[in-house]
C-alpha cells in the first residue's frame, strides 16, 4: 500500500505557479485562491497609478493654460486701455502691493549703508534749506495746505516733516529716494541736479524731524518771502522827436 502512495505522489505535479513553494499540505485550491488574491492586488495597483496618471495630466493641462491665458489677460487689460493712467482713477488691482513689494526690495539691496556725513546741527540747517527748495512744493511744511502740484499727483506724496513721515526709515533708504527717484510716482531723481552732500543732508533731516534743534525748526519753517519783480516800464509808441539842426557860427 504504501508503494502505490509513493508512486502517486511521484506522478502528481507539484503546486508551484509563478515560484512559490507551498508545503505538502496545501492544497491546489489554496493555490488557485492566492492566485486570485495576487491577481486583485496587480489590479488594485494598477487603478492607482491610473488614478495618479490622470491628477498629474489635469495638473500639466491646468498650468499650461495658465501660464498661457493669465498674461493673456493683463496684457489685453492694458492694450484695450483698461488700466487706469490718470492720476484721479482708481488703482488697479494689486497696484500697491506689487509696487511696496518691488521698491522695498530694490531699495533693500542698493541702499549705503551708512551715511558719510554726520548728524549734527550745521548739517540740518543745510538740509533743511535744500528741502526748503526742491522738496517742500510736493512733500510740503508742517501747518502748511498742499500745493497745486500736490494736490493733482498720483500717488499722494506723504508729509514729511508731520507725523511719523520717513523718520522710521534709514537714511540710507530716504538717500536713494532722493538720489535715484521713484519711477511713475512723480518723486525725481537728484543726483543730477544736487550734490551727494546735499542729499545726505536733506536724508538725515527727514531721519530726525521729530527731534530738530530750534534753530533747524526756525530755518525750515519761515514764511517764503517773495522777492517783489522789477517792473519796468513800457516803451513809448511815439516817435521821437525831432531834434534842432545846429547852428552855424
Known amino acids: 500500500m504504501d508503494g502505490k502512495l509513493d508512486l502517486i505522489s511521484k506522478l502528481t505535479p507539484p503546486c508551484n505557479p509563478g515560484g512559490v513553494s507551498f508545503r505538502p499540505e496545501h492544497s491546489c485550491g489554496d493555490v488557485a485562491s492566492y492566485v486570485s488574491t495576487v491577481e486583485d492586488s496587480f489590479e488594485c495597483v494598477y487603478c492607482e497609478f491610473q488614478s495618479k496618471e490622470n491628477l498629474l495630466k489635469t495638473f500639466l493641462i491646468g498650468l499650461i493654460i495658465g501660464l498661457i491665458l493669465v498674461p493673456l489677460c493683463v496684457y489685453v487689460y492694458f492694450v484695450t486701455g483698461s488700466a487706469p493712467v490718470a492720476t484721479a482713477a482708481p488703482e488697479m488691482p494689486f497696484e500697491k502691493m506689487l509696487a511696496h513689494g518691488a521698491l522695498s526690495a530694490h531699495i533693500a539691496k542698493e541702499m549705503p549703508k551708512s551715511a558719510p556725513v554726520p548728524a549734527d546741527e550745521s548739517n540740518f540747517a543745510a538740509g533743511a534749506q535744500v528741502y526748503r527748495e526742491n522738496c517742500a512744493v510736493c512733500h510740503g511744511l508742517p501747518g502748511g495746505t498742499p ?32 538720489s535715484n527717484g521713484i519711477r511713475l510716482s512723480g518723486m525725481p531723481g537728484f543726483s543730477e541736479s544736487l550734490s551727494q552732500t546735499q542729499m545726505w543732508q536733506v ?10 534743534p530750534d534753530s533747524v525748526k526756525t530755518a525750515l519753517y519761515r514764511p517764503t518771502l517773495l522777492v517783489p519783480e522789477q517792473v519796468t516800464p513800457p516803451a513809448s509808441s511815439a516817435p521821437p522827436a525831432p531834434t534842432a539842426p545846429p547852428t552855424k557860427p
Open 203 to 212: 536724508s538725515l533731516l527727514l531721519a530726525h524731524a521729530d527731534k530738530l
Open 147 to 178: 500745493t497745486a502740484v500736490a494736490r493733482g499727483m498720483y500717488p499722494k506724496p506723504p508729509k514729511l516733516l508731520e507725523g511719523t513721515g520717513v523718520t522710521d526709515d534709514e537714511p540710507g533708504e530716504t538717500y536713494w529716494k532722493v
